[in-house]
């Protein structure tokens, strides 16, 4: 007569405990009745390959572990099982099995306590075989490669994506898309033949800048809310001083009283190629960033410009993440990136940051592009009644 589910949970607690007690052989023989009496489950027969392993009857016990994983092929303790019996016997083959039982323990929310060692040694034989391979990777690289020349910063990431060093983030924009374009996080600052001239007016830039701030609040939250229009607020950046901007160009519109006290920086970005569309772009900043504030991980609205910094009161401690790069700001150092790319700041200092901000065409487009993306965008911004500035 077949065992009843009590009876069968009996036995499966009997035949672990028997093993936790040393007793293989007996541990077998629950095991061997569960399955015949109680109906075969990947949990019995994990059990058995557990017992005939300590009995050292292999066959039987690779026999049992195949079994398991035929009724159950995401069972996290016959995978990790499977990928011990492997590396034993030093086939790396292993490491698809530990791979496999650590995506299977991700899924699950909660993982089950009586598998959290197993995915645990599964994290830990990946980070493993991930190690051996890279090393044996790099090193064939060195040995074939190494008379090519200097290793580019794109192959360089290239191999940090294969062996999981870093994550992918896409390009992401939260509007528009313009196809074909390469996802790159910060660009080769040797594309832009205009940014050592700009970048050699920080001083004076910083000046005009300190001068607006003298006895003044010109500062407001970078981000405000409009009674017009939704304010939902999802990353906790609305109305929020610690992020604030001082424009001297806002909506395509030049803030006159503000832009009239800053020549120099005007005169600077004379050759500079900002975007101009009407009622859209272009917008000029200074953004300041509080001690201790964080902005969260976002995503810009267009994927046809770039975000230029120039750092101009930059203390340590200050960091800004694009995908999976992250750089501290440094005073006259400017840098352009893809802000459709996720990316946050932080500044841990006790001091406040303060950057020029601006957005540029990217360099991969023509002129008749520029013309025509210009030409949508203003159509947009007619028919969203001049929402302007989309998260610069």
């Keep these: 007569m077949p065992l009843t589910a009590a009876e069968s949970r009996a036995l499966t607690e009997r035949g672990v405990m028997q093993l936790r007690a040393g007793q293989a052989a007996a541990a077998r023989d629950t095991f061997a009745r569960l399955i015949v009496e109680g109906g075969d489950n990947a949990d019995a027969q994990l ?15 690779a026999a049992a572990l195949d079994a398991a994983l035929a009724l159950q092929p995401r069972h996290i303790g016959a995978l990790v099982l499977k990928g011990d019996w492997l590396d034993a016997a030093g086939n790396t083959t292993a490491a698809s ?19 959290a060692a197993a995915a645990a040694h599964a994290q830990t034989m990946c980070e493993r075989y991930a190690e051996r391979f890279e090393k044996t990777l790099r090193s064939h690289i060195e040995t074939v490669a190494g008379q090519a020349g200097e290793v580019s910063p794109r192959f360089a990431q290239s191999l940090d ?3 999981g060093r870093r994550q992918l983030y896409p390009s992401a924009p939260l509007l528009y898309l313009f196809p074909e374009l390469p996802t790159v996080q910060f660009f080769d600052r040797r594309h832009f033949a205009w940014l050592e001239a700009l970048e050699a007016q920080t001083d004076t830039i910083r000046g005009e800048l300190q001068a607006l701030m003298d006895g003044q609040d010109v500062f407001r939250p970078y981000l405000q809310s409009d009674a017009s229009r939704p304010a939902l607020n999802k990353v906790g950046i609305l109305d929020n001083p610690d992020w604030s901007a001082c424009f001297l160009w806002k909506n395509g519109q030049r803030i006159d009283a503000l832009a009239d006290r800053c020549p120099a920086t005007e005169a600077a970005l004379a050759k500079v190629p900002l975007v101009h569309v009407p009622g859209r772009s272009p917008s000029v900043l200074f953004s300041l960033l509080r001690p201790g504030a964080h902005i969260p991980a976002h995503h810009g609205f267009v994927n046809t410009r770039l975000i230029v910094h120039l750092p101009l009161i930059a203390p340590a401690g200050c960091r800004f993440r694009v995908g999976n790069e992250t750089r501290e700001w440094v005073k006259g150092q400017a840098w352009l990136f893809d802000d459709t790319i996720e990316h946050e700041a932080w500044n841990t200092s006790p001091q406040t ?26 159509s947009i911004e007619r028919q969203r009644g001049g929402v302007g500035n989309w998260g610069i």
Excluded at 47 to 54: F, K, N, P, T, V
Aim: glycine share 2%; with cysteine.
């Design 47 to 61: 059990g058995l390959a557990h017992a005939h392993r300590r009995l050292d009857q292999h066959q039987l016990a």
């Design 353 to 378: 940051r303060v950057v020029l901000l601006f957005e540029v065409w990217r360099p991969e487009f023509t002129a008749s592009e520029r013309a025509y993306v210009s030409a949508l965008f203003e």
């Design 97 to 115: 099995f530990y791979q496999a039982a650590t995506k299977c323990a991700a899924q699950l929310d909660p993982l089950p306590r009586e598998w």
């Design 161 to 163: 994506l294969l062996v």
